[in-house]
Nanobody, 122 residues
Framework: HVQLVESGGGSVQTGGSLTLSCAAS????????VAWFRQAPGKGREAVAQ???????FYPGSAEGRFAISKDNAKNTLYLRMNSLKPEDTSMYYC?????????????????WGQGTQVTVS
C-alpha cells in the first residue's frame, strides 16, 4: 500500500525559494527512479526532475539549474529545492515513483503519485 504525500508548497514572491518534500510509506527509495512533475491549468503534466537509484539526477524540463532534486533513502523522503522562482513555475507539483531502473519523462510510466502541493509565484 504505497502512499506518497507532498508538502512544502505555498505562495511566494518572484525570486523566492521553496523546498518541497515527498514522504513515502509502503515504498523504499533507492532502487528505482523517483520524480517530480508539475501541472498548471490547461497544461499537460510536465517532468521537472528525476533521480534514479544511483543518485543520478535529470532535469528534462525548464528548471534551468534553479531546481535540485535529492532524496534521503533512510527517511524515504524526496525533496525538490526550488530557487529563483518565477511566475511560470506556478503549478501543482507532484511526486511520483515506480519500479523501473531507468527514469521516464512520461507520467504514464509512474504507478505511484502523491496528491500534489500547490506552488504559486507572483
Amino acid at each position: 500500500h504505497v502512499q506518497l504525500v507532498e508538502s512544502g508548497g505555498g505562495s511566494v514572491q518572484t525570486g523566492g525559494s521553496l523546498t518541497l518534500s515527498c514522504a513515502a510509506s509502503g515504498y523504499t527509495f533507492g532502487c528505482a527512479c523517483v520524480a517530480w512533475f508539475r501541472q498548471a491549468p490547461g497544461k499537460g503534466r510536465e517532468a521537472v526532475a528525476q533521480i534514479d537509484g544511483d543518485g543520478r539526477e535529470f532535469y528534462p524540463g525548464s528548471a534551468e539549474g534553479r531546481f535540485a532534486i535529492s532524496k534521503d533513502n533512510a527517511k524515504n523522503t524526496l525533496y525538490l529545492r526550488m530557487n529563483s522562482l518565477k511566475p511560470e513555475d506556478t503549478s501543482m507539483y507532484y511526486c511520483a515513483a515506480d519500479h523501473h531502473p531507468f527514469c521516464s519523462d512520461y507520467a504514464s510510466d509512474y504507478g505511484y503519485w502523491g496528491q500534489g502541493t500547490q506552488v504559486t509565484v507572483s
